[in-house]
């Protein structure tokens, strides 16, 4: 191995931003990690259906009928009816005209936004955009100008630098993955009428989440999109991702995005579980009801005993702790009471801005919250949340 890379490596292994792997049995509310039972306070399974029986139950009759494989891209021999069948079904539930499926939400970003842009785009990305977008940005060869988070006046000085460039586009999370705020997708809509700038919004947190039945952002605000990201492997319980927008832009991107054009289509396993979950979210309600209640809940006791939390009401809720090596201190310790929340540290949010990252499910029960409480309760009166 290259001495750089041992250098390399060695600096690594004494920094408190260091990475680790853990095991962990399922994303259920109670699970097993590392060889420990505890209560999981930190997956993106946010409805609990990576786990129900029903999506199971169709994953496995998938696997019967088409195999453990797609085998090959869509565009050879790839695509089966189940995939025509999904993006139909996801096109009518984000109210929009077509779909195209993804191996991979992080691939969605990566092919869409180098599939629209490029030298000759300028592209406006919120600051606290995902990896995904910011990796995306930079290999479309368009012009990235960064807009300050969530901030529309600073957003429309920038359009007006540019309003007479012709490729515009604006792109943001719709809620974002480590703060848990939701866009100003209103003030969003408006700029780029006003600037004539195509708007794309990845709806990786928002999908099954907020809006009517779950169906995102667009729907909380009540406003058009002209390109809506997402993925399955969330609160659709599966794998892939998904781009929705008209049939021209979406035909287009059968043309010209490279990680649509030469990936292997989707499982068909994944495929079958995201059609009965997309069923599920539409037809049983009360399952994003009872996850945005236990997350009030659980942010109004957090608040209560004096922690910094983000404001928002989604199941993202972000305990500010500062300091890195305070916030995994501080993730040992509610582990040791059995809960575990992840700590969250540069590069992934801003310097200083270290924080457990809580996410809840619609399948955590009132006595499984009431731990968690109870644990942030007990460190607030010991003094020790640094």
């Not at 540019?162 to 792109?171: A, D, E, L, M, N």
């Not at 979406?250 to 069923?279: D, E, G, Y």
């Not at 500062?322 to 059995?338: H, I, M, S, W």
């Amino acid at each position: 191995m290259n001495d750089w890379i041992l250098k390399e490596w060695e600096k690594m292994q004494r920094s408190p931003l260091l990475r680790q792997l853990m095991v962990t049995d399922k994303n259920s509310p109670k699970t097993i990690i590392n060889g420990k039972r505890k209560i999981l306070a930190a997956s993106n399974n946010y409805l609990g259906l990576a786990t129900d029986e029903r999506v199971i139950t169709k994953a496995k009759e998938a696997l019967d009928r088409f195999g453990t494989g797609s085998g090959g891209s869509r565009l050879t021999t790839g695509n089966l009816p189940i995939h025509e069948r999904l993006e139909r079904e996801l096109a009518q539930f984000k109210q929009t005209e077509a779909c195209l499926l993804y191996s991979s939400g992080f691939l969605a970003n990566l092919g869409v936004i180098s599939g629209l842009s490029d030298k000759e785009t300028i592209i406006f990305s919120d600051e606290l955009n995902h990896a995904s977008i910011i990796d995306a940005c930079r290999l479309s060869k368009a012009k990235v100008v960064v807009y300050s988070h969530n901030d529309m006046q600073d957003l429309e000085e920038k359009l007006i630098d540019y309003r007479t460039h012709s490729k515009k586009i604006i792109v943001t999370e719709g809620v974002f993955s480590m703060d848990g705020d939701i866009a100003k997708l209103d003030v969003l809509h408006f700029l780029k009428e006003k600037y004539n700038a195509l708007l794309i919004i990845d709806d990786a947190h928002a999908t099954g989440v907020i809006g009517e039945n779950g169906r995102g952002t667009a729907d909380f605000y009540q406003v058009d999109v002209d390109v809506t990201v997402g993925t399955l492997s969330k609160a659709l319980g599966s794998e892939g991702g998904f781009v929705c927008a008209k049939q021209e832009i979406i035909k287009f991107l059968i043309q010209k995005s490279r990680p649509f054009i030469f990936q292997t289509a989707l499982a068909p396993a994944s495929v079958a579980a995201a059609l009965m979950s997309v069923h599920i979210i539409q037809t049983e309600p009360q399952r994003q009801r009872r996850l945005l209640a236990v997350g009030l809940k659980l942010r109004k006791a957090l608040s209560s005993f004096g922690y910094t939390v983000l404001d928002g009401h989604t199941p993202i809720i972000p305990i500010i702790i500062g300091d890195p090596e305070d916030t995994v201190r501080f993730q040992k310790a509610l582990n040791e009471q059995d809960i575990f929340i992840p700590a969250i540290r540069p590069p992934t949010v801003p310097k200083h801005t270290s924080r457990l990252r809580c996410t809840l499910m619609a399948t955590h029960t009132d006595e499984h919250i009431h731990m968690i409480i109870h644990a942030f309760k007990k460190k607030s009166e010991q003094k020790e949340w640094f």
